[in-house]
């Protein structure tokens, strides 16, 4: 049973919020998942409140919620999974500790968003290895704990990046360090010794942070994380290359981020490069789509501090030649895209409205990993199985998204669809699902399970299910934290 009077108490009675147009805004959000209406939503001020909260939690037994991004939500992770749960909003909790030039790195807290953290970084010459067009309001450190894809291949060297550090309150209640931020010694002693808390590894050889990242809340609630960071180049040359088909574009990423010639790097389709980087929706998105060809790559070539200008010659140079080998043209400009302007809007969160729901007004997305070799038969696979369904083909964006070094690929297809139109929801929710269950028959590998497919992926492998069971009763005893998601 909840109590108002300890709730105020933790985070002050004007954060206790039990107003039913306030929960029902956290009863659902844009996915298939069962509408819960919350017992309340509190906004705790700081990471000593967060730790009280949990241990309320286990005292009398209230599941939690964590957010700390601001809406639209899209994957059912922060809709209670059961009943008589308190959210647990972060969005108060927007501090930027610090940022540190020398040693490229941030500390933040989890209210923290891409259009807040962005800007701070640029006036220290600084950039963030951010995903490609986030939401206004999404958190930085809930996109680093879901692991979401970023833009420059090159400079991701773990499946992890760019998180460092982070300092999490446990299920149980336990407020635990990771990487070199776990010590020895607080972390005004750290930062007094020269520390930077800019190591993820530790402590001891485990990578504790793995056990947070992609848990979505169930093993407990982060309440600061360090990022590394990237210097701002002093020049730019940006790049599209079209294609109709995807072997040859793969094969020039392949070159690219090998060679060590790129930073941003990614593929669209014609559907996601009109709407999210078209202008004048919806007047001008059918002749950007048909001026377009099926696929686009982008890619920006950058000079830093020493010898920009030659660092930029030689690796447009050697980009030309692979292009050259491969019988492809890069290009400033595509139909009405221009290779500046998508660098500047990629560069930035999505505008308003957000680019996924602007079309329709919603959208599912269905996102995995695969090697570079099975890219192309994934992608046959997945339009295949929309025609089937009855979705239009023209209508399915994709996004590619080389990662680690290149070593494989974020694969990403966007159902737009009408959130009014039942026929339509049934649709795209059942399409949503066929396509997931064959995709992983063909060897797609979903490491981020969401919503009402997650029970399907998980269930693939029982091994790591029962892990991961052991390893939530050892941080989360009592099953207060976002129960009924994942595998849990």
């Known amino acids: 049973m909840v109590d108002d009077a300890q709730l105020s108490e933790i985070v002050g009675p004007e954060n206790v919020s039990d107003d039913r147009t306030t929960l029902d805004r956290y009863s659902k959000d844009i996915s298939f998942d069962d509408s819960v209406r919350p017992e309340r939503v509190v906004r705790p001020q700081n990471g000593e409140a967060v730790r009280r909260l949990v241990r309320l939690a286990n005292d009398d037994l209230i599941p939690l919620v964590p957010v700390s991004s601001g809406p639209p939500h899209f994957r059912g992770d922060t809709v209670p999974g059961e009943g008589g749960a308190v959210i647990v909003d972060l969005s108060r909790m927007k501090n930027i500790v610090r940022i540190d030039r020398l040693n490229r790195v941030a500390m933040i807290e989890p209210g923290v968003t891409f259009a807040e953290l962005v800007p701070q970084l640029e006036v220290a010459g600084l950039r963030i290895n951010m995903p490609l067009l986030p939401r206004k309001e999404k958190s930085v450190v809930g996109s680093l704990l879901g692991r979401e894809p970023v833009t420059m291949p090159g400079y991701h060297w773990d499946i992890g990046d760019p998180l460092d550090c982070l300092e999490v309150v446990f299920g149980n209640g336990d407020v635990f360090r990771t990487g ?77 981020v090998r060679l060590r010639l790129v930073d941003e790097c990614f593929l669209l389709n014609n559907v996601d490069l009109a709407i999210s980087f078209g202008e004048g929706w919806p007047e001008n998105y059918s002749n950007a789509k048909a001026s377009s060809p099926v696929w686009v790559l982008f890619f920006t070539i950058s000079g830093h501090h020493y010898f920009p200008e030659e660092r930029v010659a030689y690796r447009t140079e050697d980009m030309r030649g692979v292009a050259q080998r491969l019988g492809l043209e890069p290009v400033k400009r595509i139909g009405p895209f221009l290779a500046a302007d998508v660098l500047r809007t990629a560069r930035r969160p999505s505008g308003e409205p957000y680019w996924k729901l602007q079309s329709t007004g919603a959208c599912e997305d269905i996102f995995f990993l695969a090697t570079s070799d099975k890219l192309p038969g994934l992608v046959e696979t997945m339009f295949s199985v929309a025609q089937e369904a009855g979705y239009p083909a023209s209508d399915l964006g994709a996004y590619l998204q080389p990662l680690v070094q290149g070593t494989s690929f974020h694969c990403e297809f966007n159902l737009f669809y009408n959130p009014e139109d039942r026929r339509d929801v049934r649709r795209t929710r ?26 399907m992926i998980a269930n693939r492998d029982a091994a790591t299910v029962a892990a991961l069971k052991k390893i939530k009763a050892i941080f989360d005893p009592n099953n207060v934290m976002n129960p009924g998601k994942l595998c849990f």
């Open 430 to 455: 059942n399409l949503s699902t066929k396509a997931t269950r064959r995709l992983m028959d063909e060897g797609a590998f979903f490491s981020r399970p969401h919503g009402e497919n997650a029970g």
């Open 180 to 256: 070199s931020a776990a010590g020895p010694g607080s972390i005004e002693e750290q930062l007094a010794a020269g520390g930077a808390q800019d190591e993820p590894l530790g402590p001891g050889q485990t990578s504790w942070h793995r056990a947070v990242q992609g848990a979505q809340g169930t093993f407990g609630i982060v309440t600061w994380a360090t990022v590394r960071c990237e210097l701002l180049p002093q020049i730019e040359e940006p790049f599209l290359v079209g294609s109709p088909g995807l072997d040859r574009l793969l094969e020039m990423v392949h070159w690219l």
